[in-house]
């Protein structure tokens, strides 16, 4: 049964710090995998997704990459903004249906 | 605007009451979803749905039900078999093709007493 991981659980940055997030997986069979931000309170927002044939997906200070064979992920935030603090999800999608969350990394980033 | 409405964002009920959450989509996709949030956990799935009058149960199905009778509605009933009913109820869309991206709505916080 796949099973996701997050690692670390909570992090405390200052402002300006690069940082990395990560996600693991126990099947490598994925269709594609997606980071998700939560706010308190809120639904999920999707950040980026990436399918099994790629490598990296990019969207502005966010890199994501993905090596399915052994089974990891990691979110990449540039230069990190009071603004980013949230709690970051990572899922994976196995056969084109529901998805199979992470318990996600909640990130509190300081000015 | 395209999207997924949820409501209520707040429902409180007594134990032993039936209680139904609304989803509704905008985007034309064919598959929904519904997901369960606790605290400090990630999302576990209720049930999916890929067509009108379809679905399947996913991994924490007992104590819930759901119906697909249009392609943009998709409720779940929570009821009095569900034994911890309190928790963050979210509901999901997608196309069944090319990246099954998945989007959420905002999320309905039920809380029974």
């Known amino acids: 049964k796949q099973e996701v991981t997050q690692i670390p659980a909570a992090l405390s940055v200052p402002e300006g710090e690069n940082l990395v997030l990560n996600c693991s997986f126990t099947d490598s069979a994925i269709y594609n995998l997606q980071w998700f931000r939560q706010d308190p309170g809120k639904g999920l927002t999707s950040l980026l997704l990436?399918?099994?044939?790629?490598r990296e997906q990019t969207s502005g200070r966010l890199n994501a990459s993905l090596d399915k064979s052994s089974g990891r992920s990691t979110l990449y935030i540039a230069a990190s903004q009071p603004g980013d603090s949230a709690t970051y999800l990572c899922?994976?999608?196995?056969?084109?249906?529901?998805?199979?969350f992470g318990k996600g990394t909640t990130l509190s980033v300081s000015s | 605007d395209g999207g997924i409405t949820q409501s209520p964002k707040y429902l409180f009920r007594k134990e032993g009451q039936n209680v139904t959450l609304s989803c509704e989509q905008n985007?034309?996709?064919?598959?929904m979803y519904w997901y369960r949030q606790d605290p400090g956990q990630g999302l576990r799935l209720i049930y999916y749905?890929?067509?009108?009058?379809?679905?399947q149960k996913g991994d924490i199905a007992e104590g819930y039900s759901v119906s697909r009778e249009k392609k943009e509605s998709f409720p779940l009933t929570v009821t009095s078999a569900q034994k911890n009913p309190t928790a963050f109820y979210l509901c999901a869309s997608s196309r069944l093709a090319g990246t099954y991206e998945q989007y959420f709505g905002p999320g309905t916080r039920l809380t029974v007493t």
């Open positions: 749905s890929q067509i009108v009058n379809d679905f």
């Open positions: 899922a994976v999608n196995q056969a084109g249906t529901a998805l199979i």
């Open positions: 990436i399918q099994s044939s790629q």
């Open positions: 985007l034309n996709h064919d598959a």
